[in-house]
């Protein structure tokens, strides 16, 4: 961008240049001479603004007196009619000056803003790719400084008492004010500079601050980041629960570190929706994007929390030693088919394929509610652990005395060791518990249903196949004995 001293100038020198044109190399009538210095004036305030505009209008004004209304070559007017016009250039110079000014800031707020909204989205997304380690508020730190391309950034995490630093510069002198913002919720800004710190939140208690020096970002923005790296540091410690979980399993205090996990579990899609109302709660009059998006977060974790509580009764229900199931003729297809439009969210577009094969479809004797359940934990596994654009092949058949449900996706597959423990409760493969969110209680709750129906679910995997298999009886009998 040109100083403003040299735009000025050049505003002046296009008034000269077109003053020249009108009266000496082409020379016109004061109303062609007049629309153009409008257009002058019009094209100098879309390309620099409303100052350099203003200055071009009042310098149009006085040149057109002096050149082309008479007395010519004087600063007076003759006809009173010829001060309206002069009054009307000036007013519509300046009126359109300002309008052309006015609506560029608009366009470039609105560029800014979409910026911001991308950046956010990117920042998301990148959380959920970092990986639960000891390191991960430092990467959290520098996938902040890298994203909204800050000179330096800072994370303070209150609980360790330690500072992650990120950038090319170095964000020095303000530790304290970094522990006050941990500690007691303030916030801090020095636009001198570049700098701002506010607190990160989770719910209303202060857990770290946040450092930030580079370009001056809206405080809703701000806001936004802090948020997500409230989210971020909770899953991070949901994670770790998790991995103390498993260390525990053989230990006394697994009972007691189960709930614990539950209860973090739990947390991490709460958090998420409050970290989203408080946004919005804090800045109604945000951009419709960024609404939008804190809206779709809020229902899809709800979803996420749902179906944790639901899993968790369903767990402690069928937990006893014996499971009353309500049996009751259902047409196996029928099923399927209503869990999958159940599903449609978690699909997000995926292929589902759905084979009956024989000549009608199968009437099982089951458990209405049990069993949809069971296949829905089933497809949901297979939805989570393969490539997006593999389909997901579902095949039922009858055979004998029985009907099978065949859930084949594509993938990695299970190793051998892993298959033996598939459907143990808690458990989940150490290669991708980090990667993939999750409880490990799916496939343990879809096991005892499908015991509790005198029935078997079994896995056969293999490098790029993996294939789960419901096997029910068709008839009451063979269930209640």
Not at 3 to 18: D, E, K, N
Not at 376 to 401: C, F, H, M, W
Request: proline residues 6%.
């Amino acid at each position: 961008m040109l100083p403003r001293v040299l735009r000025l100038t050049m505003s002046l020198a296009g008034v000269a240049a077109l003053t020249f044109e009108a009266r000496v190399l082409l020379p016109v009538n004061p109303t062609t001479a007049g629309f153009e210095y409008l257009i002058l004036v019009l094209v100098i305030a879309t390309l620099w603004g409303f100052v350099e505009a203003l200055a071009a209008s009042l310098t149009a004004a006085v040149t057109f007196n002096y050149f082309f209304l008479p007395p010519i070559g004087a600063f007076t007017i003759e006809d009173p009619q010829n001060w309206v016009a002069l009054g009307s250039f000036l007013a519509t110079g300046v009126i359109a000056s300002r309008l052309s000014a006015i609506a560029k800031q608009r366009t470039h707020d609105a560029v800014s803003r979409q910026q911001d909204v991308e950046r956010l989205y990117t920042f998301s997304r990148s959380i959920l790719l970092i990986a639960s380690t000891d390191s991960f508020p430092k990467e959290l730190a520098t996938k902040l400084a890298d994203i909204f391309e800050l000179s330096a950034a800072v994370l303070y995490d209150r609980r360790a008492g330690e500072f992650h630093r990120a950038g090319p510069s170095e964000f020095e002198g303000m530790d304290d004010q970094l522990r006050e913002a941990a500690l007691h919720g303030t916030s801090f800004s020095d636009p001198a500079g570049r700098r701002q710190i506010t607190a990160v939140r989770l719910g209303s208690e202060p857990i770290a601050s946040l450092g930030l020096q580079g370009s001056h970002m809206p405080d809703s923005v701000v806001q936004g980041i802090a948020n997500l790296i409230a989210i971020g540091l909770e899953r991070a410690r949901a994670q770790d629960l998790a991995h103390q979980i498993e260390a525990a399993r053989e230990s006394e205090q697994l009972r007691t570190t189960l709930i614990d996990a539950m209860a973090h579990e739990f947390k991490t899609p709460l958090t998420s929706i409050k970290a989203a109302t408080t946004s919005l709660l804090a800045a109604p009059t945000q951009a419709e994007e960024s609404r939008t998006e804190l809206l779709r977060i809020a229902d899809e974790e709800a979803d996420h929390l749902r179906d944790l509580i639901d899993n968790a009764v369903e767990m402690a229900r069928l937990d006893g030693p014996r499971i009353d199931v309500v049996l009751e003729e259902s047409n196996m297809v029928e099923v399927v088919r209503e869990v999958l439009g159940s599903m449609r969210g978690e699909m997000d577009g995926r292929i589902v394929e759905l084979n009956a094969n024989g000549p009608t479809s199968p009437c099982v004797a089951l458990d209405r509610r049990l069993i949809k359940l069971a296949v829905k934990q089933i497809v949901d596994n297979a939805l989570k652990y393969s490539p997006p654009e593999t389909p997901i092949q579902i095949r039922i058949d009858p055979a004998g005395g029985a009907v099978s449900l065949d859930v084949t996706n594509g993938g990695p597959g299970i190793p051998p060791l892993e298959q033996s423990r598939i459907f143990d409760r808690f458990y989940r493969s150490p290669s991708h518990k980090d990667q993939i969110p999750g409880s490990g209680l799916g496939l343990s709750i879809a096991h005892r249903i499908a015991e509790a129906h005198k029935g078997d679910l079994t896995v056969e995997s293999r490098p790029g196949e993996t294939t789960f298999r419901l096997t029910l009886p068709l008839s009451h009998e063979e269930v209640r004995n």
